[in-house]
Protein backbone atom coordinates (compact mmCIF):
# COMPACT_ATOMS: atom_id res chain seq x y z
CA UNK A 1 0.00 0.00 0.00
CA UNK A 2 0.93 3.84 -0.95
CA UNK A 3 0.21 6.72 1.06
CA UNK A 4 0.87 10.11 -0.43
CA UNK A 5 0.45 13.43 1.50
CA UNK A 6 0.06 16.65 -0.17
CA UNK A 7 0.86 19.79 1.34
CA UNK A 8 1.62 23.37 0.20
CA UNK A 9 -1.42 24.68 -1.34
CA UNK A 10 -3.02 27.97 0.17
CA UNK A 11 -4.79 31.12 -1.19
CA UNK A 12 -2.18 33.35 -3.27
CA UNK A 13 -3.38 36.78 -5.38
CA UNK A 14 -3.06 36.05 -9.46
CA UNK A 15 -0.11 36.32 -11.08
CA UNK A 16 1.43 34.18 -7.31
CA UNK A 17 3.24 31.66 -6.94
CA UNK A 18 3.08 28.17 -4.98
CA UNK A 19 4.65 24.96 -4.61
CA UNK A 20 3.01 21.75 -3.59
CA UNK A 21 4.72 18.64 -2.20
CA UNK A 22 3.43 15.05 -2.05
CA UNK A 23 5.30 12.87 -0.06
CA UNK A 24 5.25 8.84 -0.70
CA UNK A 25 5.68 6.07 1.49
CA UNK A 26 6.99 2.57 -0.09
CA UNK A 27 10.63 1.59 -1.36
CA UNK A 28 9.88 1.61 -5.09
CA UNK A 29 8.69 5.58 -5.25
CA UNK A 30 11.83 5.97 -8.04
CA UNK A 31 9.60 3.61 -10.24
CA UNK A 32 6.04 5.17 -10.34
CA UNK A 33 4.57 7.28 -12.53
CA UNK A 34 3.38 10.60 -10.74
CA UNK A 35 0.80 12.93 -11.36
CA UNK A 36 -0.85 15.94 -10.49
CA UNK A 37 -4.63 16.14 -11.13
CA UNK A 38 -6.99 19.06 -9.79
CA UNK A 39 -10.88 19.70 -9.71
CA UNK A 40 -12.71 22.84 -9.39
CA UNK A 41 -16.32 22.90 -8.02
CA UNK A 42 -18.76 21.63 -10.38
CA UNK A 43 -16.12 20.31 -12.77
CA UNK A 44 -14.40 16.88 -13.27
CA UNK A 45 -10.69 15.94 -12.16
CA UNK A 46 -8.58 16.90 -14.65
CA UNK A 47 -4.77 16.04 -15.39
CA UNK A 48 -2.28 18.69 -14.68
CA UNK A 49 1.22 17.18 -15.38
CA UNK A 50 2.93 13.42 -14.81
CA UNK A 51 6.75 12.67 -13.95
CA UNK A 52 7.76 9.51 -15.66
CA UNK A 53 10.89 8.68 -15.06
CA UNK A 54 12.88 12.17 -15.86
CA UNK A 55 10.27 12.90 -18.69
CA UNK A 56 7.60 15.20 -18.19
CA UNK A 57 4.36 16.03 -19.15
CA UNK A 58 1.55 18.99 -18.71
CA UNK A 59 -1.74 19.86 -19.58
CA UNK A 60 -2.02 22.92 -22.47
CA UNK A 61 -3.82 25.33 -19.56
CA UNK A 62 -0.29 24.84 -17.45
CA UNK A 63 2.30 24.09 -19.46
CA UNK A 64 4.97 26.94 -19.34
CA UNK A 65 3.65 28.10 -16.38
CA UNK A 66 3.76 24.94 -13.62
CA UNK A 67 6.85 22.43 -13.28
CA UNK A 68 6.54 19.26 -12.25
CA UNK A 69 9.50 17.65 -10.80
CA UNK A 70 10.46 14.50 -7.86
CA UNK A 71 13.28 14.04 -5.62
CA UNK A 72 13.36 9.90 -5.10
CA UNK A 73 15.77 10.17 -2.43
CA UNK A 74 13.32 11.84 -0.66
CA UNK A 75 10.13 9.99 -2.52
CA UNK A 76 8.55 13.63 -2.90
CA UNK A 77 7.06 14.57 -6.11
CA UNK A 78 6.41 18.46 -6.41
CA UNK A 79 4.93 20.73 -8.67
CA UNK A 80 5.82 23.89 -8.79
CA UNK A 81 3.36 26.51 -9.54
CA UNK A 82 3.89 30.13 -11.42
CA UNK A 83 1.81 32.75 -13.08
CA UNK A 84 -1.20 31.40 -11.02
CA UNK A 85 -4.31 32.35 -12.23
CA UNK A 86 -8.12 32.27 -10.97
CA UNK A 87 -8.64 29.41 -13.39
CA UNK A 88 -6.14 27.33 -11.52
CA UNK A 89 -8.09 27.60 -7.84
CA UNK A 90 -9.35 23.65 -7.06
CA UNK A 91 -8.66 21.22 -4.82
CA UNK A 92 -5.06 19.39 -6.46
CA UNK A 93 -4.29 15.55 -5.86
CA UNK A 94 -0.86 13.60 -5.98
CA UNK A 95 -1.60 10.31 -7.88
CA UNK A 96 0.69 7.34 -8.04
CA UNK A 97 0.84 4.83 -10.79
CA UNK A 98 2.84 1.31 -9.79
CA UNK A 99 3.22 0.53 -13.88
CA UNK A 100 3.06 2.58 -16.65
CA UNK A 101 0.20 1.92 -18.97
CA UNK A 102 1.15 4.93 -21.44
CA UNK A 103 -2.15 7.00 -20.14
CA UNK A 104 -0.57 9.63 -18.08
CA UNK A 105 -3.40 11.56 -18.65
CA UNK A 106 -5.88 9.29 -17.49
CA UNK A 107 -7.28 9.82 -13.48
CA UNK A 108 -8.00 5.74 -13.57
CA UNK A 109 -4.36 5.08 -14.62
CA UNK A 110 -3.92 6.11 -11.13
CA UNK A 111 -3.82 3.03 -8.17
CA UNK A 112 -3.01 5.65 -5.44
CA UNK A 113 -4.60 8.94 -4.64
CA UNK A 114 -3.72 11.78 -1.73
CA UNK A 115 -6.30 13.54 0.30
CA UNK A 116 -5.96 16.85 -1.88
CA UNK A 117 -4.78 20.43 -0.95
CA UNK A 118 -6.80 23.09 -1.67
CA UNK A 119 -5.53 26.11 -3.83
CA UNK A 120 -7.09 29.49 -3.90
CA UNK A 121 -6.20 31.96 -6.68
CA UNK A 122 -7.95 35.31 -5.91
CA UNK A 123 -8.15 38.48 -8.81
Known amino acids: QVQLVESGGGSVQAGGSLRLSCAAS????????MGWFRQAPGKEREFVAAIIWRNTYYADSVKGRFTISRDNAKNTVYLQMNSLKPEDTAVYYCAADRNYSGTYYWASTYDYWGQGTQVTVSS
Open 26 to 33: GRTFSSYV
